[in-house]
């Protein structure tokens, strides 16, 4: 028997089929389509499941279950999707009509907690009980494993550390809020700033390798200027990381787990980013004179939606 594993993302929707070893032995996929109705986008991911299963040489009954990873919140026991605006789906049957052109048990989790499961299962945190994956990109996401499980809080909408409050009066979230962790930790942030200073120091080889235009200015733009030892850039790069250290602290202030996994797109800058942080986050944890969580990259990479949400029951 297999497990089909789905990654919905903005802009592309991925399926592995994951066999009883965690590993995937085909993948499809399909661009992400928004202006159509409901039951279409479903019929859509259900065309490409069953065409994967095919090219991998199976059939429908070999499958045993179906597990759906989302860049927002679902329900567990009904299977409905409370929320998922890159969808455009609010308080959708995505179980029920999925059933309806493939009759298997299918689970929906939020796209982070899959990663965490995944991650603690196939990953760079497999053997441990507790871990926490945060997930550094356009925002930060974050899940959470205790006791080999998902920890999601009393109404299934916990692990939000992207939008733990930092500062009242801060920088405005796309939530509504000011001053949510994201806005100071995630690449969207980090560019922020670098905007910024640039705005006072133009000299800084952070707009020169932009090709002198701040709207062209990336992450890995500031992670190569710093190597340029560009002050500018190492100045910005320094701010973000003691933001970032403080989220780490944070964690393991509330939570203490095994190891906190980094991933998302900014984790690629590797050694550049783990380094300065295992360096800074202890400063900022309470009881730092006893054994601290180790922190970690993610090694599952594009796989690790696909893999965690096969894992789902």
Same mark, same amino acid.
């Given at each position: 028997m297999i497990r089909v594993g789905i990654d919905v993302g903005g802009t592309g929707i991925k399926v592995g089929i994951v066999d009883d070893k965690i590993q995937i032995i085909r993948e499809g996929s399909i661009p992400t389509v928004t202006d159509i109705p409901f039951e279409? !986008?479903?019929?859509?991911?259900?065309?490409?499941?069953? @065409?994967?299963?095919?090219?991998?040489?199976?059939? @429908?009954?070999?499958?045993? @279950?179906v597990g759906v990873g989302i860049p927002g919140i679902a329900s567990s026991e009904t299977g409905e999707i409370i929320k998922c605006t890159n969808m455009g789906w609010n308080h959708v049957p995505f179980r029920e009509v999925f059933r309806r052109y493939l009759d298997k048990p299918v689970y929906i989790d939020n796209d982070a907690n899959v990663a965490a499961l995944a991650e603690s299962v196939a990953g760079v945190s497999a053997g441990t009980t507790s871990s926490v994956f945060i997930t550094i990109g356009t925002g930060i996401g974050s899940g959470i494993i205790i006791n080999g499980q998902i920890w999601k809080g009393a109404h299934g909408i916990g692990g939000e550390l992207g939008h733990t409050i930092l500062d009242l009066d801060g920088v405005p979230c796309t939530c509504g809020n000011h001053g949510c962790l994201?806005? /100071?930790?995630?690449?969207?942030?980090?560019?922020?700033m670098a905007r910024e200073a640039v705005a006072e120091h133009p000299e800084s080889k952070i707009l020169s390798i932009a090709g002198g235009d701040p709207s062209k200015i990336e992450a890995k733009t500031v992670f190569d200027a710093s190597k340029a030892n560009?002050?500018?850039?190492?100045?910005? /790069? !320094?701010? /973000?990381? @003691?933001?970032?250290? !403080?989220?780490?602290?944070?964690?393991?202030? #509330? #939570?203490?787990?095994?190891?906190?996994?980094?991933g998302g797109g900014v984790s690629k800058a590797g050694k550049d980013l783990l380094d300065p942080l295992v360096r800074e986050f202890p400063q900022y944890v309470l009881f730092n004179d006893q054994p601290l969580p180790a922190v970690r990259l993610a090694v599952l990479g594009s796989e690790a939606g696909m893999i965690g949400a096969s894992m789902l029951s």
């Open positions: 279409e !986008q479903v019929k859509r991911i259900v065309d490409c499941v069953l @065409s994967t299963v095919e090219k991998a040489g199976l059939s @429908s009954d070999d499958i045993e @279950s994201e806005r /100071y930790c995630s690449a969207t942030a980090l560019i922020r560009d002050e500018t850039a190492i100045a910005v /790069y !320094q701010r /973000y990381i @003691s933001f970032l250290a !403080q989220a780490v602290a944070s964690v393991i202030n #509330l #939570l203490d787990p095994e190891v906190i996994v980094l």
